[in-house]
């Protein structure tokens, strides 16, 4: 890491890699002493706490700051957080600040790959606006056609995927380019190898976790939290534990700038509506023979359910409302108005009635 510390104002400076409870792994960009000088004795991790001042101004900090480290405790491995420099990027799902890209990881057998699940995970890496490298596991399944068919087919997606094999030792160190001097954020569906792929780029990780786990006072078996591994070209790799079935919140207008081969078609032609949703407008620069097409279709279907129902929380008024179907479906149907066809209560009957007599007597 570069960046170390501001020896003028005395600033000691480090990248926070993992969050549990109010406590915080801080990785320093150097081991320093007294006036600066490098000292070997000095641990490179510390076990933080933040600082009142933090919590009172409600500053988060999240895996992937860059904090300010006051008073450190080298003998005990502790320090205290005092500032968080300004983020570049931050993802709330999962929480992490200054990522530079994402990492999707899929298998091409054994489970096989499925187009609309990867294609759902790619535009919800899209939707970040961060580089997307797409990986496929377990090469040594397939045959080199079947691979080049797949190569193929994603470069007509728009990507270029990167095929390894974790088991054999495959491109791994081809990969290994793309994640240096990088923070990289890892996705992908349960049984694709992350965990195996993450041992393998990342020396001893077990070992570490083991030391984090230690030092928090938590059990091995507690739920896992998003952590930052340190690579050997200077990277930092997320596992994003739970990040297996990303939702699509995105608006309708912006789920088309999601499909790299939609945004080569807008680059070269325009809709003839300004707010064209590219289903059944006419003259369409988007709608066509292009084959995640009825992806988009699918995906515009929820984008359209998510907005209504973002509509609908922000406006108690709304003429619509959300009902439960059969097998856990759900949709939106109109409201009736309010006391509109609320039945008159029988009181309310007679005392009307009371008062109509009286009015005829008087």
Same mark, same amino acid.
């Given at each position: 890491? !570069?960046?170390?510390?501001?020896?003028?104002?005395?600033?000691?400076?480090?990248?926070?890699?993992?969050?549990?409870?109010?406590?915080?792994?801080?990785?320093?960009?150097?081991?320093?002493?007294?006036?600066?000088?490098?000292?070997?004795?000095? $641990?490179?991790?510390?076990?933080?706490?933040?600082?009142?001042?933090?919590?009172?101004?409600?500053?988060?900090?999240?895996?992937?700051?860059?904090? =300010?480290?006051?008073? $450190?405790?080298?003998?005990?491995?502790?320090?205290?957080?005092?500032?968080?420099?300004?983020?570049?990027?931050?993802?709330?799902?999962?929480?992490?600040?200054? =990522?530079?890209?994402?990492?999707?990881?899929?298998? =091409?057998?054994?489970?096989?790959? /499925?187009?609309?699940?990867?294609?759902?995970?790619?535009?919800?890496?899209?939707?970040?606006?961060?580089?997307?490298?797409?990986?496929?596991?377990?090469?040594?399944?397939?045959?080199?056609?079947?691979?080049?068919?797949?190569?193929?087919?994603?470069?007509?997606?728009?990507?270029?995927?990167?095929?390894?094999?974790?088991?054999?030792?495959?491109?791994?160190?081809?990969?290994?380019?793309?994640?240096?001097?990088? !923070?990289?954020?890892?996705?992908?569906?349960?049984?694709?190898?992350?965990?195996?792929?993450?041992?393998?780029?990342? $020396?001893?990780?077990?070992?570490?976790?083991?030391?984090?786990?230690?030092?928090?006072?938590?059990?091995?078996?507690?739920?896992?939290?998003?952590?930052?591994?340190?690579?050997?070209?200077?990277?930092?790799?997320?596992?994003?534990?739970?990040?297996?079935?990303?939702?699509?919140?995105?608006?309708?207008?912006?789920?088309?700038?999601?499909?790299?081969?939609?945004?080569?078609?807008?680059?070269?032609?325009?809709?003839?509506?300004?707010?064209?949703?590219?289903?059944? @407008? $006419?003259?369409?620069?988007?709608?066509?023979?292009? @084959?995640?097409?009825?992806?988009?279709?699918?995906?515009?279907?929820?984008?359209?359910?998510?907005?209504?129902?973002?509509?609908?929380?922000?406006?108690? /008024?709304?003429?619509?409302?959300?009902?439960?179907?059969?097998?856990?479906?759900?949709?939106? /149907?109109?409201?009736?108005?309010?006391?509109?066809?609320?039945? =008159?209560?029988?009181?309310?009957?007679?005392?009307?009635?009371?008062?109509?007599?009286?009015?005829? /007597?008087?």
């Amino acid at each position: 890491m !570069t960046g170390a510390t501001n020896f003028t104002t005395g600033q000691l400076l480090g990248t926070v890699l993992a969050v549990q409870a109010n406590f915080y792994q801080v990785q320093l960009d150097q081991e320093f002493g007294e006036m600066g000088k490098q000292d070997s004795s000095h $641990p490179p991790m510390l076990l933080c706490t933040r600082r009142t001042r933090l919590k009172k101004i409600g500053q988060q900090v999240m895996v992937g700051d860059r904090v =300010v480290i006051e008073e $450190p405790d080298w003998s005990g491995g502790r320090g205290a957080i005092a500032d968080v420099l300004p983020r570049q990027t931050q993802l709330d799902r999962p929480p992490i600040a200054n =990522v530079n890209q994402i990492m999707l990881v899929f298998a =091409v057998a054994d489970p096989p790959l /499925e187009p609309y699940q990867l294609s759902r995970f790619l535009v919800k890496a899209e939707s970040t606006s961060l580089d997307v490298v797409l990986c496929l596991n377990k090469s040594d399944l397939i045959s080199p056609k079947i691979q080049q068919e797949i190569s193929d087919r994603l470069v007509g997606w728009g990507y270029q995927p990167i095929f390894i094999s974790v088991k054999n030792c495959i491109n791994i160190d081809h990969l290994s380019k793309y994640l240096n001097h990088k !923070t990289t954020v890892i996705a992908g569906p349960s049984g694709v190898g992350k965990s195996s792929l993450i041992n393998s780029l990342v $020396p001893n990780v077990n070992l570490r976790v083991g030391e984090v786990s230690g030092k928090l006072a938590r059990g091995r078996h507690t739920t896992r939290h998003v952590e930052l591994f340190e690579l050997p070209s200077q990277g930092l790799l997320a596992d994003t534990p739970g990040f297996n079935q990303p939702d699509l919140d995105c608006t309708p207008e912006e789920l088309v700038y999601y499909f790299p081969e939609a945004r080569a078609r807008l680059a070269v032609a325009s809709c003839r509506f300004s707010d064209c949703l590219h289903r059944e @407008e $006419p003259d369409c620069a988007v709608r066509g023979d292009w @084959e995640r097409y009825p992806h988009y279709l699918q995906f515009l279907d929820e984008a359209i359910a998510y907005q209504t129902q973002r509509n609908q929380q922000a406006d108690p /008024e709304s003429n619509l409302k959300l009902k439960t179907k059969g097998k856990g479906q759900t949709q939106y /149907e109109p409201k009736l108005e309010s006391k509109k066809y609320r039945r =008159v209560s029988r009181k309310t009957q007679l005392q009307a009635l009371q008062d109509l007599y009286q009015d005829s /007597e008087e």
